[in-house]
């Protein structure tokens, strides 16, 4: 061997050893393809639909929120942090008044600047129909995250003041659904287009945001390609380029990334889950605010109105059975949110499987072998978020037999349970039903706690679709819109919950844990204890 | 000839206002609610109703009906409710798409059953009659969506040959006709193939038995005219039945399997109507069928008037 061969081969040598030297960042290359569970590309003109994956994947990577979620860390729930807004405060003198300083220096990927202006123009693409760029497309999929959101007007350049129908503490929390897209893009294409519908297709199309990657090919139905926002104003991608699919089937999901043909798969199919280890692949879960419950009917009548029934149901079910059926992908639920959570509280029943004290519970409630509890329970076939309902409830309704309490189901499909959902237990769709199993997201306590617990919010106003009443409730909600200090938030929203535990609102049976499958040469990536995750971090090695 | 080709498009006019009709009731008469195309499941009630109101989704039926009608009589499908993109521009492309695979399906599905098919029919009783007889009622009794599965799993996960999903690697925007492409639509047609493949297996070998036992085949051999001859007179007799059974798979083919084409991820029509189905979204839907119910009509016509050339016999006066 001459010198010059045993140098390079020296040199070939020492390379593995100096990248596994280098650190993160410097390594931060490769294209990640990512096989969503959609079936179809999530919206893009900055307000995605397809519920909550659409804000993961076409929502946070592409654009920024005034207000953000903190998903860096997995070891602790996500909590919220300044985005393109530096800090906040409510107004002292009018609580329906937010001031918010924004960010400088931000561009949206046009070049366009970040500004009051820029979030004014995005308060009124949905709250203002005089608005030339008014879309109606965008008001469902926005306004219902923000009920109470109703103007903004600009301070100076850097500050805004968003106004509220009544006082609401959670507007900061509300906000990081509301996705800044520049307004001078979307006039650029308005000049070409017939009408502003047109313009926000063709924005769909080729989008404008802040966010740490920006879109450069979008094939309908089939593809989206998003490569790093080289000015970024926060922390920078440490991937160079992301591929999205849609894939709603998820065999197909599986076989992709069996295949090679994706790196990273939502929701693996359970099933598959030992071959995508016995294969290398890395299975990825960790707790979410995703909460899968059966929600109690109120109503005259019915049997849930007891709390003993409905206590006793909590205490009746074998979740770690339940967690076996899905291949240990759920977390046993101790209420909405974990024991850990600042808003859990402290309440005096404890949610946990206690079968003696659940067949006591229904006994003295005038239930048991003899005279059985008969519960009817509007389930789905499958859905958003649903997990495997058809094979959980079968469990649920065989675990809880032999106490007495027959279980009965209506099933009809997912789209149908959710018109249900909005219309009440007793309107004729709940169809003779005392409970409903639709699962939810519990991020921001309005969706977590209050929709479900204030008399107001009862069908057609939003989801109490039991028509639970209690004053005590509606007292403590009113107090959470009014805890303006954070501290004092916390504590309001603790008791609302142990409260709501105490009075076991819901019979709690799971948290997803959204397993995600992933090639071994992802490396970066972090699941925090969220429905998002940050594409910033992950790359390919 | 000109005025029953006239007459048959006039005829197309009823019947796309049935399939209208029928596929706006029906999606009317389902449970659930088209709404859900654009709110989150969470949505209260009042963005709900705001939201139907900006849709017109909140008009009496007969109305909302009429004026799909209208926009449709001038060209127009209406836009998506789920992603505001025209229905024409996603179902373009999907038709596209459904074409290249039901094609390949075809092509591959009717040559091998016209070849087992004709093989069985000649050799009736044999144990090729047989092998093509079981081969044809495996191909129509096994789901293909199971197949599909199966082919997956041996020949993309086990074997690495083939891409379990996806029309390409850059998606069907890129298609090209380079390896790196076809070999996407491999996997999905054959499974497509499959049923074409026993049905026309069957057909032709009815079709060909049946003529092999007719006089004149007898006559054709005691004139003394080769086996290359018969077989060729047989052929001609057999095409026009074997032809219009043809056409009506080709039209089942241009349908898009829901099943296959989900399983693949292939972006063709079956999975837009799959889509459209789960999301209520009723212009897609609307348009999609309307669309393939001329294009079934107007297929039904060409095979009428290829088996009038074939065989002019068959009058179509």
């Not at chain 1, 760029?133 to 100076?156: C, F, N």
């Not at chain 1, 048991?368 to 076939?381: A, C, D, E």
């Not at chain 2, 029919?121 to 191909?139: E, I, K, N, Q, W």
């Not at chain 2, 293909?144 to 690697?169: C, D, E, K, R, T």
Request: aromatic content about 8%; overall charge neutral.
């Amino acid at each position: 061997m001459n010198l010059r061969r045993l140098l390079l081969s020296a040199c070939l040598g020492l390379l593995p050893t100096l990248a596994t030297g280098l650190p993160g960042p410097a390594q931060a290359q490769g294209t990640i393809r990512i096989g969503m569970t959609a079936g179809d590309i999530p919206l893009t003109h900055g307000q995605p639909d397809q519920g909550f994956e659409g804000n993961r994947f076409t929502g946070i990577p592409l654009f920024d929120s005034l207000t953000m979620w903190d998903l860096s860390r997995a070891d602790r729930p996500s909590t919220l942090i300044p985005g393109l807004a530096t800090e906040w405060r409510s107004d002292p003198n009018d609580r329906t008044r937010w001031i918010f300083t924004l960010r400088r220096g931000v561009k949206f990927h046009d070049g366009s600047d970040f500004n009051a202006d820029a979030v004014v123009w995005n308060v009124r693409k949905v709250l203002d129909r005089e608005a030339p760029h008014y879309d109606p497309r965008q008001v469902g999929l926005t306004i219902s995250r923000m009920p109470t959101l109703r103007r903004a007007e600009k301070i100076d350049e850097y500050t805004v003041a968003l106004y509220t129908s009544e006082p609401d503490s959670l507007l900061p929390i509300n906000l990081t659904n509301l996705f800044m897209a520049s307004p001078a893009h979307w006039e650029r294409l308005r000049a070409s287009a017939p009408n502003a519908e047109a313009a926000w297709n063709a924005f769909a199309a080729n989008p404008s945001g802040t966010g740490p990657f920006r879109l450069t090919r979008f094939v309908p139905r089939e593809r989206v390609e998003m490569v790093r926002n080289e000015n970024y104003w926060g922390e920078k991608a440490r991937a160079e380029r992301i591929v999205l699919l849609p894939i709603p089937e998820p065999n197909a999901r599986t076989a992709a990334l069996l295949s090679g043909q994706v790196d990273w798969i939502e929701a693996p199919a359970p099933d598959a889950i030992p071959q995508l280890r016995a294969r290398g692949m890395q299975i990825t879960s960790n707790l979410q605010p995703h909460v899968w419950p059966w929600q109690p009917c109120f109503a005259e009548g019915s049997p849930l109105r007891d709390v003993r029934v409905r206590r006793a149901l909590n205490l009746a079910i074998d979740r770690e059975g339940l967690k076996q059926l899905l291949g240990g992908f759920m977390v046993a639920p101790v209420g909405t949110y974990p024991a850990d959570h600042p808003w859990y509280g402290n309440p005096s029943f404890r949610i946990r499987t206690d079968k003696e004290e659940a067949r006591r519970l229904l006994a003295e409630a005038g239930y048991g072998p003899q005279r059985p509890l008969n519960l009817r329970v509007q389930i789905s076939t499958s859905g958003s978020g649903q997990m495997q309902p058809l094979a959980m409830n079968e469990f649920l309704q065989q675990d809880l037999r032999p106490l007495g309490v027959n279980v009965e189901f209506d099933v009809v499909e997912w789209n149908t349970l959710v018109v249900n959902w909005r219309q009440g237990c007793t309107h004729a769709s709940a169809r003779g039903s005392n409970m409903i199993n639709v699962s939810f997201a519990a991020m921001d306590p309005f969706f977590g706690m209050i929709r479900f617990w204030a008399s107001h919010m009862a069908p057609p106003v939003s989801n109490n679709w039991g028509f639970f009443n209690d004053p005590r409730f509606d007292e403590m909600s009113r107090a959470v819109r009014n805890a303006f200090d954070p501290r004092e938030l916390d504590a309001a929203l603790a008791r609302l919950h142990a409260a709501g535990v105490d009075e076991a609102l819901f019979v709690w049976i799971a948290h997803d844990v959204a397993p995600r499958a992933m090639s071994p040469r992802i490396r970066g990536y972090v699941q925090p204890q969220s429905w998002f995750v940050d594409l910033r971090y992950p790359y390919i090695q | 000839m000109i005025r029953y080709l006239i007459r048959r498009v006039l005829y197309a006019v009823p019947i796309a206002l049935a399939v209208g009709f029928v596929c706006f009731m029906l999606v009317q008469i389902a449970p659930g609610d088209p709404i859900n195309a654009i709110v989150p499941p969470d949505a209260p009630g009042d963005v709900v109703e705001q939201v139907r109101r900006e849709y017109g989704l909140d008009k009496p039926l007969p109305v909302q009906f009429g004026i799909w009608l209208m926009k449709v009589a001038q060209g127009d499908l209406g836009r998506s409710l789920a992603t505001g993109r025209t229905v024409w521009s996603d179902l373009s492309t999907a038709i596209g798409n459904t074409l290249l695979l039901a094609a390949a399906a075809a092509l591959l599905g009717f040559a091998l059953g016209c070849i087992l098919g004709g093989l069985a029919g000649t050799f009736r009783g044999s144990l090729l009659d047989r092998v093509a007889v079981g081969t044809a009622v495996a191909g129509v009794s096994v789901p293909h969506y199971w197949l599909g599965m199966v082919l997956v799993v041996i020949f993309s996960v086990q074997l690495n040959w083939l891409p379990a999903m996806g029309a390409g690697p850059g998606g069907s925007a890129d298609w090209s006709w380079d390896w790196e492409q076809v070999k996407h639509l491999i996997l999905p047609a054959v499974t497509l193939s499959v049923i074409p493949m026993g049905i026309v297996t069957r057909t032709v070998r009815g079709i060909v038995a049946e003529i092999m036992n007719q006089e004149f085949v007898v006559a054709l051999r005691g004139k003394g005219l080769t086996r290359r001859g018969v077989f060729l007179h047989v052929v001609k007799n057999a095409a026009p039945n074997a032809l219009a059974v043809m056409g009506l798979q080709l039209g089942y083919l241009m349908g898009g399997s829901i099943l296959v084409e989900t399983v693949f991820s292939w972006p063709g029509t079956g999975l837009l109507l799959n889509n459209a189905i789960f999301q209520r979204d009723l212009p897609v839907l609307q348009g999609t069928i309307l669309v393939l119910a001329m294009f079934f009509v107007a297929l039904n016509l060409v095979v009428d008037l290829m088996q009038t050339a074939l065989d002019p016999r068959i009058r179509r006066a």
